[in-house]
T-cell receptor, first 115, second 116 residues
Framework: DAGITQSPRHKVTETGTPVTLRCHQT?????MYWYRQDPGHGLRLIHY???????DKGEVSDGYSVSRSKTEDFLLTLESATSSQTSVYFC??????????????FGQGTRLTVV | AQSVTQLGSHVSVSEGALVLLRCNYS??????LFWYVQYPNQGLQLLLK??????LVKGINGFEAEFKKSETSFHLTKPSAHMSDAAEYFC??????????????FGRGTQLTVWP
């Protein structure tokens, strides 16, 4: 298994509170991604990073921010959690694409419930 | 814009029967296509990928998929289902360039049930 650790694995939080999810990798991959998985929607990209301090928005970035201060860590912050952000969040990593995309490795997921 | 459509949110087969999971994509440029599998309470694992080499792609666990440009399809098949194949399967497409190449757009998933 690729060395990806997501923390926490489960979290229940109240509406309006800030929440930070952490993704830690030991593979030294340049690219890191945050996806959310919801029934009937598959996975949707929230934000991604293509290097330290280099990030960009995905399909569903509203209400989320990210930071990457070192290669191994990619943090996802919900500024003020809402019930619509109840979801399972997956971190993924990949090496730099060459002629084509490289395989993305996924973490085990974080189940977040906003009450 | 790119999108992925997986026909059938649930597919049920008997053990030993053919597995066929359908995926159609929409892309204005040549796509890279992937199939991922997710077992309960786990992350996603790559089954196979199409990157414009051979149109018939073989993956792990006996799965294969064929890229058909004329039909904009990338259906996943396995000749004989096994109980351990029960999982959710996701088709995904990447059409970016440069730093966006790793961005994946996923279908909604197909839950495969295998009956004994």
């Amino acid at each position: 298994d690729a060395g990806i650790t997501q923390s926490p694995r489960h979290k229940v939080t109240e509406t309006g509170t800030p929440v930070t999810l952490r993704c830690h990798q030991t593979e030294n991959h340049r690219y890191m991604y945050w996806y959310r998985q919801d029934p009937g929607h598959g996975l949707r990209l929230i934000h991604y990073s293509y290097g330290v301090k280099d990030t960009d928005k995905g399909e569903v970035s509203d209400g989320y921010s990210v930071s990457r201060s070192k290669t191994e860590d990619f943090l996802l912050t919900l500024e003020s959690a809402t019930s619509s952000q109840t979801s399972v969040y997956f971190c993924a990593i990949s090496e730099s694409p060459g002629q084509g995309p490289t395989e993305a490795f996924f973490g085990q997921g974080t189940r977040l419930t906003v009450v | 814009a790119q999108s992925v459509t997986q026909l059938g949110s649930h597919v049920s087969v008997s053990e030993g029967a053919l597995v066929l999971l359908r995926c159609n994509y929409s892309s204005s440029v040549p796509p890279y296509l992937f199939w991922y599998v997710q077992y309960p309470n786990q992350g996603l694992q790559l089954l196979l990928k199409y990157t414009s080499a051979a149109t018939l792609v073989k993956g792990i666990n006996g799965f294969e998929a064929e890229f058909k440009k004329s039909e904009t399809s990338f259906h996943l098949t396995k000749p004989s289902a096994h109980m351990s194949d029960a999982a959710e399967y996701f088709c995904a497409v990447s059409v970016g360039r440069g730093s966006t190449l790793g961005r994946l757009y996923f279908g909604r998933g197909t839950q495969l049930t295998v009956w004994p």
